[in-house]
Protein backbone atom coordinates (compact mmCIF):
# COMPACT_ATOMS: atom_id res chain seq x y z
CA UNK A 1 0.00 0.00 0.00
CA UNK A 2 2.96 2.35 0.47
CA UNK A 3 4.45 1.79 -2.59
CA UNK A 4 4.81 3.42 -5.55
CA UNK A 5 2.63 2.22 -8.64
CA UNK A 6 3.20 2.59 -11.92
CA UNK A 7 0.46 5.20 -12.95
CA UNK A 8 2.59 7.60 -10.25
CA UNK A 9 5.72 7.03 -12.34
CA UNK A 10 3.89 7.91 -15.35
CA UNK A 11 2.77 11.22 -14.02
CA UNK A 12 5.73 12.05 -12.73
CA UNK A 13 7.71 11.70 -16.01
CA UNK A 14 5.00 13.18 -17.93
CA UNK A 15 5.30 16.27 -15.77
CA UNK A 16 9.09 16.10 -15.82
CA UNK A 17 9.08 16.33 -19.89
CA UNK A 18 6.82 19.05 -19.41
CA UNK A 19 8.65 21.29 -17.31
CA UNK A 20 12.48 20.70 -19.21
CA UNK A 21 11.10 19.59 -22.65
CA UNK A 22 12.61 16.78 -24.70
CA UNK A 23 15.86 18.34 -26.11
CA UNK A 24 16.78 19.32 -22.71
CA UNK A 25 16.06 15.70 -21.23
CA UNK A 26 17.83 14.38 -24.32
CA UNK A 27 20.93 16.34 -24.03
CA UNK A 28 21.60 15.91 -20.12
CA UNK A 29 20.71 12.20 -20.60
CA UNK A 30 23.61 12.29 -23.27
CA UNK A 31 25.91 14.38 -20.79
CA UNK A 32 25.34 11.73 -17.92
CA UNK A 33 25.99 8.99 -20.40
CA UNK A 34 29.49 10.13 -21.71
CA UNK A 35 30.61 11.27 -18.00
CA UNK A 36 30.12 7.81 -16.76
CA UNK A 37 32.26 6.65 -19.70
CA UNK A 38 34.75 9.38 -18.66
CA UNK A 39 34.71 7.75 -15.51
CA UNK A 40 34.50 4.02 -16.60
CA UNK A 41 37.53 4.89 -18.70
CA UNK A 42 39.57 6.51 -15.70
CA UNK A 43 39.03 3.69 -13.54
CA UNK A 44 40.32 1.23 -16.05
CA UNK A 45 43.20 3.62 -17.18
CA UNK A 46 44.08 3.78 -13.24
CA UNK A 47 43.77 -0.13 -13.12
CA UNK A 48 46.26 -0.39 -16.07
CA UNK A 49 48.80 2.20 -14.92
CA UNK A 50 48.82 0.05 -11.28
CA UNK A 51 49.92 -3.36 -12.90
CA UNK A 52 52.55 -1.61 -14.68
CA UNK A 53 55.88 -0.48 -13.03
CA UNK A 54 56.76 3.43 -12.72
CA UNK A 55 60.58 2.86 -13.48
CA UNK A 56 62.88 0.18 -13.89
CA UNK A 57 64.73 0.28 -10.45
CA UNK A 58 66.01 -2.78 -8.90
CA UNK A 59 65.51 -3.48 -5.31
CA UNK A 60 69.05 -3.02 -3.40
CA UNK A 61 69.69 -4.56 0.01
CA UNK A 62 71.43 -1.77 2.42
CA UNK A 63 74.74 -3.21 2.09
CA UNK A 64 74.78 -2.70 -1.85
CA UNK A 65 73.48 0.83 -1.07
CA UNK A 66 76.93 1.55 1.18
CA UNK A 67 79.37 0.43 -1.36
CA UNK A 68 77.58 2.79 -4.02
CA UNK A 69 78.03 5.51 -1.45
CA UNK A 70 81.53 4.86 -0.69
CA UNK A 71 84.00 6.06 -3.02
CA UNK A 72 86.35 3.88 -5.02
CA UNK A 73 89.91 3.69 -3.82
CA UNK A 74 92.39 3.15 -6.03
CA UNK A 75 96.01 2.80 -4.99
CA UNK A 76 96.70 5.11 -8.02
CA UNK A 77 94.62 7.88 -6.63
CA UNK A 78 96.69 8.15 -3.13
CA UNK A 79 99.35 11.03 -2.63
CA UNK A 80 102.58 9.99 -2.34
CA UNK A 81 104.37 11.44 0.49
Known amino acids: MGGISIWQLLIV ?26 FKKALS ?18 A ?3 EAAEPQKNPKDKEQV
Open 13 to 38: ALIIVLLFGTKKLRSMGGDLGSAVKG
Open 45 to 62: DDDEAKNKADADFEQKSL
Open 64 to 66: DKK
